[in-house]
């Protein structure tokens, strides 16, 4: 499977600045993700970023907000931008692997995000 | 409605057995389901995946009904470092939805 690493691993943030988070690949890939985990709870997709397009994002989630960036095949940003204490979470982006038999996603360990 | 439940938590004790539903009414036609282990501060670890029937792998199984509105995700023998949260991922149509997790807890 596909090897992932995040960048920071964790920070601490004061509110009202912006945080860019690194996702990189050991292998090219269409698509990634970019998943968001608030403490307890399960993962909620943020936007799917796929390489020379324009990052799609789910609903609840702007580009203004989240802006993305992807490139190249085997990497891409997720900038948190004007972060109020809310924004405080992990921050998990993942992969979509085509060499396994069916679609599957594997992740990255994540940025776990304070913001004070 | 794409809705995606699992159970809060589960407690079991080291050697047993566990098995852990997964409800998706709507699953797509086309769709597979995925199970992932987290333990804390890591990202999700993929487990297996089926689209019907069983599916076996060294870790675990994963039961599917013929109308694949729910699967099942069996751990045969748990170990104390089984102890994590379980999710299941369902895609339905255009959109993948993860379940709330299920905490198991792995006693000796």
């Known amino acids: 499977s596909a090897v992932i690493s995040q960048k920071p691993s964790r920070d601490i943030c004061q509110r009202g600045t912006s945080l860019t988070i690194q996702c990189q690949v050991d292998?090219?890939?269409?698509?990634m993700f970019w998943y968001r985990q608030q403490p307890g709870q399960s993962l909620t997709l943020i936007a799917t970023a796929n390489q020379g397009s324009e990052a799609t994002y789910e609903s609840g989630f702007v580009i203004d907000k989240f802006p993305i960036s992807r490139p190249n095949l085997t990497f891409s940003t997720l900038t948190v931008s004007n972060m109020s204490p809310e924004d405080s979470s992990i921050y998990l982006c993942?992969?979509?692997?085509?060499?396994?038999?069916?679609?599957?996603?594997?992740f990255g360990p994540g940025t776990r995000l304070t913001v004070l | 409605l794409a809705k995606t439940t699992q159970p809060i938590s589960m407690d079991s004790y080291e050697g047993q057995e566990v098995n852990i539903t997964c409800s998706h009414n709507?699953?797509?036609?086309?769709?597979?389901i995925t199970w992932y282990q987290q333990f804390p501060s890591q990202g999700p670890r993929f487990i297996i995946q089926?689209?019907?029937t069983k599916v076996t792998n060294e870790v675990a199984s994963l039961f599917i009904p013929a109308d694949r509105k729910s699967s099942t995700l069996s751990l045969p023998r748990v170990s104390l470092s089984d102890t994590a949260v379980y999710y299941c991922?369902?895609?339905?149509?255009?959109?993948?939805?993860f379940g709330a997790g299920t905490i198991l807890r792995v006693k000796s």
């Open positions: 709507n699953i797509a036609t086309n769709d597979y």
């Open positions: 292998s090219q890939v269409t698509m």
């Open positions: 089926g689209y019907k």
């Open positions: 993942s992969v979509e692997d085509r060499r396994a038999p069916t679609d599957t996603q594997y």
């Open positions: 991922l369902v895609g339905y149509g255009n959109k993948l939805v």
